[in-house]
């Protein structure tokens, strides 16, 4: 067998260096296409496409008939708009199906957000963006309208500064880096917040975005170090600031998201013991 090697995720197309002639730009301009489509944009025009990605009208039209053609994307012909196709969903659920992460948080998960009326979500990281991995509702909580898919921001979410708070530095810095670069003028603020949540993970084992996000949004997170193919993880509990306020979160929401992260990880320890040790999966940053 030939030797394994790394392949380091790129965080934006932008730090590909112009020397790597194994990246092929043309997918990762249809993936790009796929990545516009979300639970909030389920539809999409080819100049709505072509706005989001930053590509010429031309090479839109062609990528979306090519993923049309594979059935990544279909078309409705009345209206010009596209969709994700059943090929994009069978790739998605392929990701998730098997995933112990979700399987044994799932009804955790459900019980604290019928608890606390609210959202609770698990999320990886993409980009300088979270993405829900698994999401439960309370059915009298009030939200944003989420789901599984959507991405939310890694700089102002309490989800995403958890994920700050539990990597290490070497991995931290290039990711503030680029958070700062995508937004100068917020910037100051918005590392006030993360280097708050990072003292408060470690001192707490928990941190906040009141109203940092969304103005009327509060959520808390808890950082999940596991070993999954997504790398590090974490938990939130989100809803109305009027739902959530800063006391229940820090004298009760806190101690049980915290406990259900414990519960998780004791959880998948067990299941990964009884394994077998060739058969262990190594997640990454």
């Known amino acids: 067998m030939g030797r394994s090697r790394t392949i380091e995720l790129l965080r934006d197309v932008d730090d590909l260096p112009a020397d790597d002639r194994q990246f092929v730009a043309a997918l990762e301009r249809g993936l790009r296409v796929l990545r516009m489509f979300s639970s909030a944009h389920e539809t999409l025009s080819n100049g709505e496409l072509s706005r989001g990605t930053a590509l010429s009208k031309a090479t839109i039209s ?24 059943p090929g994009a969903l069978a790739l998605g659920y392929a990701s998730l199906s098997k995933f112990d992460v979700r399987q044994v948080a799932r009804p955790l998960m459900q019980n604290l957000a019928d608890y606390a009326g609210a959202s609770v979500a698990l999320c990886a990281r993409d980009g300088i963006n979270m993405i829900y991995l698994e999401l439960r509702r309370s059915p009298s909580g009030l939200g944003l309208g989420l789901d599984i898919g959507d991405r939310i921001p890694l700089a102002t979410t309490s989800v995403g500064r958890a994920y700050l708070a539990a990597i290490d ?16 003028s917020a910037w100051p603020k918005v590392r ?33 170090d596991v070993n999954s193919p997504y790398g590090v993880l974490a938990f939130n509990i989100g809803g109305l600031a009027s739902t959530l306020p800063p006391r229940l979160i820090e004298t009760d929401l806190a101690p049980r998201l915290m406990a259900l992260t414990r519960r998780v990880a004791e959880m998948l320890g067990a299941a990964g013991a009884e394994q077998p040790s060739g058969k262990s999966i190594k997640g990454g940053h």
């Open 192 to 224: 006030r917040g993360i280097e708050q949540a990072i003292r408060d993970v470690a001192e707490r084992g928990y941190c906040t975005s009141l109203g940092d996000w969304v103005p009327e949004i509060h959520s808390l997170g808890v950082p999940l």
């Open 169 to 184: 530095e070497a991995d931290r810095k290039p990711l503030l880096d680029e958070i700062r670069r995508s937004d100068t």
């Open 62 to 85: 062609r990528l979306t008939y090519t993923l049309s053609r594979l059935g990544y994307l279909t078309h409705d012909q009345s209206s010009g708009r596209y969709r994700l196709g």
